[in-house]
């Protein structure tokens, strides 16, 4: 699976922006997805994850209620929805395919989209 994603950019406090995936690949419906991020100086963290039928999502602490994930396994597309972002959002946004759970084993990854809040 080839990953690419796109929809990252410059956005005030509190502001909204929606990530793109898109997936090339035969196995992208078979695989649990996930969005992923890295600030500066800072490791990458997890972010949300979805099951490969989209029945199940699973976010991070620090943005449950903000972020919401999903799928479109028909236009092979994972989306990020960021609400109430804050400077503490500014990050490198990656998505990232899993060839294990939908906690674990995430090995292949797109390139990364810039994501800067303001104050």
């Known amino acids: 699976v080839q990953l690419v994603e796109s929809g990252g950019g410059l956005v005030q406090a509190g502001g909204s922006l929606r990530l793109s995936c898109a997936a090339s690949g035969r196995t992208f419906s078979g695989q649990p997805m996930g969005w992923f991020r890295q600030a500066p100086g800072k490791e990458r963290e997890f972010v949300a994850a979805?099951?490969?039928?989209?029945?199940?999502?699973y976010n991070a602490d620090s943005v449950k209620g903000r972020f919401t994930i999903s799928r479109d396994n028909a236009k092979n597309t994972v989306y990020l929805q960021m609400n109430s972002l804050n400077p503490a959002d500014t990050a490198v946004y990656y998505c990232a395919a899993s060839g294990g759970s939908l906690y674990q084993g995430y090995n292949c990854w797109g390139q990364g989209t810039q994501v800067t809040v303001s104050s």
């Open positions: 979805i099951s490969k039928s989209d029945a199940k999502t």
